[in-house]
């Protein structure tokens, strides 16, 4: 079936330093890749998300880059601050379909 | 506040009894979606409505489990005879249901249930 494989599982990075989530996915119909943040006992909040039509997408210092040949996308923080510490998923889909997750990359950016 | 609501935010349960969440949209969405996430995993879909109408179930959704939109407006999610595997946090999402652009999926706090 469908398949969405994240790495790492676990990122520590210095205040300052850039921190990158990989993902691959197996449905080739896929067109929309959302990424999610997750704080502890919280709900799942978009950061960025980036439609297949598009190669790069940028929000101030997060920046996603998708590769449909591939089938890659990954996530970019740019200047980690300590409240970027969470777990972050990743996530594709077809348009209205329902999202299929990877199995979160736990961030912890130490001051 | 006008995001996605849940009711309970907390369940706790003997095994064998049945339970019901409640998830309110937010308004004009016509799309709700229904997770299940357990602890070190991404949420894993569950069924899906456009307005009223269940539209897709997954394999997970055994027939224990059983959801409901009647109005097309809030949904409820019930788990009859429950086992201790159906210990998760329960997130509702959801979405305009634009078929073509992208339709961001917006989440509910979720309600965590414990089957003792």
């Known amino acids: 079936g469908e398949n969405v494989e994240q790495h790492p599982s676990t990122l520590s990075v210095q205040e300052g330093d850039s921190a990158v989530i990989k993902c691959t996915y197996s449905?080739?119909?896929?067109?929309?890749f959302p990424w999610y943040k997750q704080e502890l006992g919280k709900r799942p909040q978009l950061i960025i998300d980036?439609?297949?039509?598009?190669g790069e997408k940028k929000d101030q210092r997060i920046a996603v880059t998708l590769n449909k040949t591939a089938k890659h996308f990954s996530l970019h923080i740019t200047e980690t601050q300590p409240e970027d510490s969470a777990v972050y998923f990743c996530?594709?889909?077809?348009?209205?379909?329902?999202?299929?997750f990877g199995k979160g990359t736990k961030l912890s950016v130490k001051p | 506040d006008t995001g996605v609501s849940q009711d309970p935010r907390h369940k706790i349960t003997k095994r064998g009894q049945n339970v019901t969440f409640r998830c309110d949209p937010i308004?004009?969405?016509?799309?709700l979606y229904w997770y299940r996430q357990t602890l070190g995993q991404g949420p894993e879909f569950l069924t899906y409505?456009?307005?009223?109408?269940?539209?897709?179930k997954s394999r997970l959704l055994s027939d224990r489990f059983s959801a409901e939109r009647p109005k097309g407006s809030f949904s409820t999610l019930e788990i009859q005879r429950t086992e201790q595997g159906d210990s998760a946090m329960y997130l509702c999402?959801?979405?305009?249901?634009?078929?073509?652009?992208?339709?961001?999926?917006?989440f509910g706090p979720g309600t965590r249930l414990t089957v003792l």
């Open positions: 999402a959801s979405s305009l249901g634009r078929q073509t652009a992208v339709d961001t999926q917006y």
């Open positions: 449905d080739s119909a896929s067109n929309y």
């Open positions: 980036i439609r297949s039509n598009v």
């Open positions: 996530a594709a889909s077809r348009f209205a379909g329902n999202l299929i």
């Open positions: 308004s004009e969405h016509n799309r």
């Open positions: 409505f456009q307005n009223e109408a269940q539209l897709e």
